[in-house]
């Protein structure tokens, strides 16, 4: 099994940052992919970022510039650090791994972005 316990959301105003993590335990494939999704209020669940083993990312179109997916294999973990942020961004953000064609999800951590 794979457990997911993401950290670092919370309340910033328009134009602030905010870091994101996400620690994976359990078996954990070292080609695993992990990346992070959010939900906005009364929406469905979107792709932010994902990166690779290897380290190759994939941004949504409106965060590219802003927001940067890093990870640590050695550590398990995963990062979201967040700049320049808007209104929009607010949302649920939950940590995603993916191995063996199988998704696995953290419970989620709350970024709220007043303006």
């Known amino acids: 099994q794979v457990q997911l316990v993401e950290s670092g959301g919370g309340l910033v105003q328009a134009g602030g940052s905010l870091r994101l993590s996400c620690a994976a335990s359990?078996?954990?494939?070292?080609?695993?992919?992990m990346g992070w999704y959010r939900q906005p209020p009364g929406k469905q669940r979107e792709l932010v970022a994902a990166?690779?083993?290897?380290?190759?990312?994939n941004y949504a179109d409106s965060v590219k510039g802003r927001f940067t997916i890093s990870r640590d294999n050695a550590l398990n973990t995963v990062y979201l650090q967040m700049s320049s942020l808007k209104p929009e961004d607010t949302a649920v953000y939950y940590c995603?791994?993916?191995?063996?064609?199988?998704?696995?999800w953290g419970k989620g951590t709350l970024v709220t972005v007043s303006s």
């Open positions: 990166i690779t083993w290897s380290g190759s990312t």
């Open positions: 359990g078996s954990i494939f070292r080609f695993a992919s």
């Open positions: 995603n791994l993916n191995q063996w064609a199988t998704d696995y």
